[in-house]
């Protein structure tokens, strides 16, 4: 993870106070990854949902010794119940734990451990962590929402970056055990002549299609809807887009079908790994 981000510059620091030798990559390559883990026996790792994926998908991951990983945490970006139950076949010695938070909660303040990843709860990223205070907001009125409904996710605890409530712009809901399932970006939203929609709803659906390894979700401009849904695709096989169309309207509101669909050999990401929103836009807008 890149220094300059709070998960690659904690993750670097826990390493060191804890008496680790860290292995670091000038810039991640799946491959590449693969060989270290393997040569240096890497007990501990930290990865994005993206860089799991490049990982399993990797032509090389089938004869890599990889029975030396005990720890898998991932976060930064959402991860599909779907690649994590595949990244566990390939990890079978390996505990998984989900983080949440952002640079100003100065990494994680929510956690979802091994002992909670059971069906029930595959979706959320767990609950808060030790000394952790959350509230999940209504943003027009700053009034707390009931368990269930979709609000702000506020958080504040000793260690954030600023004191006080930090407001993170994140879309959550929270169940009556207190699990925190991440909906979307409040800026990510898309607004279809008045109908909010919520990209990873639409991606969710599209990815659980068998021709597609990984997909992306966004808003672009429409002259008599102010906003329609378009979808970036990164197709296993030759694919029709009707095909897509189809299979998400027996799944969604008709309201939220991509409109239009654009495919790629691979997604438009940040250095961070997350999915780059302004070129996903560009991509869509421009073809």
């Not at 949902?49 to 976060?75: E, F, N």
């Not at 990984?214 to 102010?226: K, N, R």
């Not at 669909?261 to 250095?271: A, C, K, S, Y």
Request: proline content about 6%; hydrophobic content about 45%; overall charge negative.
């Amino acid at each position: 993870m890149p220094f300059h981000h709070v998960a690659g510059l904690v993750g670097v620091f826990v390493g060191l106070a804890g008496g680790n030798t860290v292995v670091l990559q000038r810039r991640f390559d799946a491959g590449a990854w693969l060989a270290l883990v393997e040569r240096h026996r890497v007990q501990r790792v930290f990865l994005v949902p993206t860089m799991l994926q490049r990982i399993i998908d990797h032509p090389d991951v089938a004869k890599a010794d990889l029975r030396s990983v005990q720890l898998i945490t991932y976060g930064a970006a959402p991860a599909t119940p779907e690649l994590i139950v595949r990244a566990r076949g390939l990890f079978p010695g390996a505990a998984f734990v989900q983080v949440f938070g952002q640079t100003e909660t100065l990494g994680g303040v929510v956690a979802l451990g091994p002992e909670d990843e059971d069906a029930a709860k595959r979706g959320s990223v767990g609950k808060p962590m030790a000394g952790v205070e959350v509230r999940v907001v209504d943003p027009a009125t700053g009034v707390d929402v009931a368990d269930g409904e979709v609000g702000e996710f506020w958080a504040r605890a000793p260690h954030t970056a600023t004191p006080g409530w930090i407001r993170s712009g994140d879309l959550v809901r929270r169940d009556a055990e207190g699990y925190i399932y991440v909906v979307g970006r409040m800026s990510d939203v898309i607004n279809r002549g008045g109908e909010k929609i919520d990209p990873a709803e639409v991606e969710a659906v599209l990815w659980a299609h068998k021709d597609v390894a990984d997909v992306a979700v966004a808003g672009f401009p429409d002259a008599d809807l102010g906003e329609n849904v378009g979808a970036v695709i990164v197709a296993r096989r030759p694919v029709d887009p009707e095909e897509l169309r189809d299979w998400a309207r027996v799944r969604l509101a008709s309201h939220k079908v991509p409109a239009r669909i654009v495919f790629v050999d691979e997604l438009p990401l940040t250095e961070l790994g997350k999915v780059s929103r302004r070129d996903l836009g560009a991509l869509i807008t421009e073809r």
